[in-house]
């Protein structure tokens, strides 16, 4: 089965497509969508849903897992992130892709066993989970391979 995970932005995408035979994860390929701030909102959002068409189009993933939005600190990046969302989950639905969403609470909750764990013990997970030493250097790419993981493990497969 192949799971496209996504940890959406305006700024930064971060995606990845994990092959799961039932048992381990295996990274097939990660990456980013960076848009510039240059550019307007609607121009960045178009960005993104050509991106996005192009990636499900190339890995046609069989599922796909989202970060959730369920509380934002910064109330000026809520309503930017979630028209990204809904760019995302467009192009998802456009190809019938299932979509399961998660929480960051519970990514870490499932990779750690402790919804509050930090960045660097998810990342040490992820690392165990994909058996490698290196992973990719964004942030935002590493937290998609998190989702992906998290949805390996989760009882909807």
């Given at each position: 089965?192949?799971?496209?995970?996504?940890?959406?932005?305006?700024?930064?995408?971060?995606?990845?497509?994990?092959?799961?035979?039932?048992?381990?994860?295996?990274l097939i390929h990660s990456?980013?969508?960076?848009?510039?701030?240059?550019?307007?909102?609607?121009?960045?959002?178009?960005?993104?849903?050509?991106?996005?068409?192009?990636?499900?189009?190339?890995?046609?993933?069989?599922?796909?897992?989202?970060?959730?939005?369920?509380?934002?600190?910064?109330?000026?990046?809520?309503?930017?992130?979630?028209?990204?969302?809904?760019?995302?989950?467009?192009?998802?639905?456009?190809?019938?892709?299932?979509?399961?969403?998660?929480?960051?609470?519970?990514?870490?909750?499932?990779?750690?066993?402790?919804?509050?764990?930090?960045?660097?013990?998810?990342?040490?997970?992820?690392?165990?989970?994909?058996?490698?030493?290196?992973?990719?250097?964004?942030?935002?790419?590493?937290?998609?391979?998190?989702?992906?993981?998290?949805?390996?493990?989760?009882?909807?497969?």
């Open positions: 089965m192949k799971i496209l995970g996504i940890d959406p932005g305006l700024g930064i995408v971060g995606y990845c497509v994990i092959e799961f035979d039932g048992e381990n994860p295996q990456g980013s969508i960076q848009t510039s701030k240059e550019k307007s909102e609607s121009a960045r959002l178009l960005e993104i849903f050509e991106d996005m068409t192009t990636i499900v189009n190339k890995y046609k993933p069989d599922a796909c897992a989202i970060e959730k939005l369920f509380f934002f600190r910064n109330r000026t990046t809520v309503m930017p992130v979630a028209h990204a969302r809904g760019v995302i989950l467009t192009v998802l639905e456009k190809f019938n892709v299932p979509i399961y969403e998660y929480t960051p609470i519970e990514v870490k909750q499932v990779l750690t066993g402790y919804g509050r764990a930090d960045k660097k013990e998810v990342e040490r997970m992820v690392k165990l989970a994909l058996n490698k030493d290196n992973l990719p250097k964004l942030d935002d790419t590493v937290d998609s391979i998190a989702i992906a993981i998290c949805h390996t493990r989760s009882n909807l497969i």
